[in-house]
């Protein structure tokens, strides 16, 4: 079983910048990928950004192109979202993503997910 543990989550004003972590105890080869998904109060979850293990394609909603970067560091099996020109609209439970993108979508979701980091930016 995949384990995600996600840290970094917090409280910043508009404008300010924070960085998530997820360490991954799952493949970080082949087909294998992760990313980040995130909730708002009374919204659906949705795709923010994702990466392949393999090859390093980075994938990004339109929403965060240009202010969130997704990265990774092969020693720690860690990824990491930094976050700049945080918007109150970007408040939301962040959760981490992980799966084998062979019968899975990147941006539907793959098979594991974190417990959540909670981002709130205030106005």
């Known amino acids: 079983q995949v384990q995600l543990v996600e840290s970094g989550g917090g409280l910043v004003q508009a404008g300010g910048s924070l960085r998530l972590s997820c360490a991954t105890s799952?493949?970080?080869?082949?087909?294998?990928?992760m990313g980040w998904f995130r909730q708002a109060p009374g919204k659906e979850r949705e795709f923010v950004a994702a990466?392949?293990?393999?090859?390093?394609?980075?994938y990004y909603a339109d929403s965060v192109k240009g202010r969130f970067t997704i990265s990774r560091d092969n020693t720690k099996n860690t990824v990491y979202l930094q976050m700049t020109s945080l918007k109150p609209e970007d408040t939301a439970v962040y959760y981490c993503n992980a799966g084998d993108t062979t019968f899975q979508s990147i941006f539907r979701g793959m098979s594991y997910w974190g417990k959540g980091t909670l981002v709130t930016v205030s106005s």
């Open positions: 799952g493949p970080t080869f082949g087909n294998y990928a």
């Open positions: 990466f392949r293990w393999n090859g390093g394609n980075t």
